[in-house]
């Protein structure tokens, strides 16, 4: 394989970062584009009090551990971000990447007349690399984004990994009917984007003796709210609940793509199990959190919210703040504005407030779409929801992968695997099998994903029961042993963390 080809990776949080790492150590060179002035992506920018809500040992690179200072199990957002800076100076990354320049738009340029719609190998021939195609990329200076045109430079490259992230850059406000939307609100509406990116004193002084509403139920709403309510005034928010259960034995109970009529049979047989499990954790989260009193006990089973990677580990004392009175939960299906405030369904009062918090989520998909000139390329990524094959190709774009698109309860950990993976196969250690049978894998593991997930869940996330399960078809393409513990037992039963796949590279 030509190690000379050029690659671009796109975005400089930890899936830029990792997929550095991984191509550099296939000896390829590749080029970095950030568009901020440093490293770190989502944790660069958060507000103050954001924790890791995954414990650390899954948020881990596989290997680079957490410094031993580092002692509780919810590192805070300097604490990640500390740890990410380290990686990128311990594997040489930094002089790779050039800060400040935001790649504005992708374009595929081939000197074959082929029609990609008539391909049945990826590219042609399913390997990385193609004579004739090649990734044009206009990139701006972030410094300056009002320049000219003229001022944008052209690169052009052999392969892109867009690492771009999902929960930034294009915040996803709801539409509301007229006179019914932020406009007649006396008071202020923001983004959490917003609120996140403001200087903490900033932030205090804008919320200082104010009604604040948080509209939300992720991380976010819930960060933002308690951090609220520590410093005044009453916020509005539901709760998400997070548990691990990354083992073989769990796997045993759900339903895997391309299983067998054994694992099928198994499958049903211990499904029960799961049932139990399942209920007993819903059990032991209402008798530890007041979630009835307060009306907050989730419409979906424990089971559901897990395969749907929806989970949200609360702030501490989050209870303690609701039973105070400083946060004050109320659950909901719609609301819209008014004058003073917000008209919650089902209400007749308005829920007076100052200031509206949305935190609504990204649209995420858009933001992936419009980074392509193509409109072919538009159509892929439309309604996608990313479905992609081994969650980073998809089977219609040429030498082109998306990292850090696909949701899981770590997202650092999947990527990592991701990222080995995508640098397998730029070394040419396989190739991809043909469109028509990655098409079908896809399908496979999307029928799989909805059964599990809730059914209106827009998102793909390989669910959490079948996280060493996808493990294990990436390992196999690469030709590695996917069992990676040291005798039976714990193979069945041990939970399966990023440590496990330290030797995979
Ligand atoms: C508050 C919060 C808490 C979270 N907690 C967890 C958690 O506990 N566990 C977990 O697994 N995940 C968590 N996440 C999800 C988190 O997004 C991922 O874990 C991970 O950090 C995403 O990394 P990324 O590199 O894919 O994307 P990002 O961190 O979003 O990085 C993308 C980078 O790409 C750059 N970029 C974007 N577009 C361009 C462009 N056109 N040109 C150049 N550069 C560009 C951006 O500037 C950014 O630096 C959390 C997210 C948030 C917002």
């Not at 594997?91 to 800060?99: C, E, Q, S, T, V």
């Not at 548990?243 to 109970?253: D, G, I, S, Y």
Request: aromatic share 12%; with cysteine.
């Amino acid at each position: 394989m030509e190690r000379g080809k050029r690659i671009a990776i796109i975005g400089a949080g930890i899936s830029g970062l990792m997929a550095c790492k991984y191509t550099l150590e296939k000896g390829f060179s590749p080029i970095v584009f950030e568009a901020r002035s440093g490293i770190g992506g989502v944790w660069s920018q958060t507000i103050e009090s954001t924790k890791l809500q995954t414990p650390k040992d899954f948020y881990q690179f596989s290997d680079f551990s957490w410094p031993p200072a580092v002692q509780g199990t919810y590192p805070d957002h300097t604490q990640v971000l500390e740890y990410v800076q380290a990686y990128a100076v311990r594997f040489n990354i930094l002089p790779r990447i050039k800060f400040n320049s935001k790649v504005t738009c992708i374009d595929y340029v081939t000197s074959s007349d082929a029609d990609l719609l008539s391909w049945d190998l990826w590219g042609g021939s399913g390997e990385p690399f193609s004579p004739s195609g090649k990734w044009h990329l206009t990139v701006q200076n972030a410094q300056n984004p009002s320049a000219s045109a003229a001022t944008d430079q052209m690169y052009q490259v052999d392969f892109v990994i867009l690492c771009i992230g999902r929960y930034t850059d294009l915040p996803n406000i709801p539409d509301f009917p007229l006179n019914q939307g932020p406009e007649v609100l006396n008071g202020k509406m923001l983004h959490s984007m917003d609120y996140a990116a403001m200087d903490d004193d900033v932030a205090t002084a804008l919320i200082k003796e104010k009604r604040v509403t948080v509209v939300g139920f992720q991380k976010s709403a819930v960060d933002i709210a308690a951090e609220i309510a520590s410093k005044n005034g009453a916020s509005l928010c539901s709760c998400r609940i997070l548990l691990f259960c990354l083992n073989r034995f769990t796997e045993l109970m759900v339903h895997k793509p391309g299983e067998g009529f054994f694992m099928w049979l198994l499958a049903v047989f211990l499904s029960p199990l799961l049932w139990i499990f399942s209920t007993s954790i819903e059990c032991y989260l209402k008798f530890v959190y007041p979630l009835k009193k307060y009306n907050m006990v989730p419409a979906h089973k424990f089971l559901k919210q897990i395969s749907s990677c929806k989970f949200t580990v609360l702030p501490a004392n989050f209870y303690d703040r609701v039973k105070d009175g400083s946060l004050y939960l109320k659950k909901s299906q719609s609301f819209s504005f008014c004058k003073n405030g917000l008209m919650v369904q089902g209400e007749s009062r308005p829920l007076q407030s100052d200031i509206v918090i949305l935190a609504t989520g990204y649209k995420s998909e858009e933001k992936l779409k419009n980074i392509f000139r193509s409109n072919f390329f538009h159509k892929c990524i439309s309604g996608s929801s990313a479905p992609f094959y081994r969650e980073c190709i998809h089977p219609r774009i040429p030498q082109l992968a998306i990292l850090g698109y696909a949701d899981s309860p770590s997202i650092l950990y999947s990527t990592e695997m991701r990222s080995k993976w995508l640098a397998h196969f730029l070394a040419g250690n396989f190739v991809l099998p043909k469109i028509s049978e990655m098409e079908e894998d896809v399908m496979e593991w999307e029928k799989c994903k909805r059964s599990d997930a809730e059914e209106s869940h827009g998102r793909s996330c390989v669910s959490t029961l079948l996280q060493i399960y996808f493990n294990d078809q990436l390992c196999k393409d690469m030709r590695c042993n996917s069992r990676r513990k040291s005798g039976f037992l714990a193979e069945l039963f041990e939970a399966y963390c990023p440590n496990d796949y330290k030797a995979v590279s």
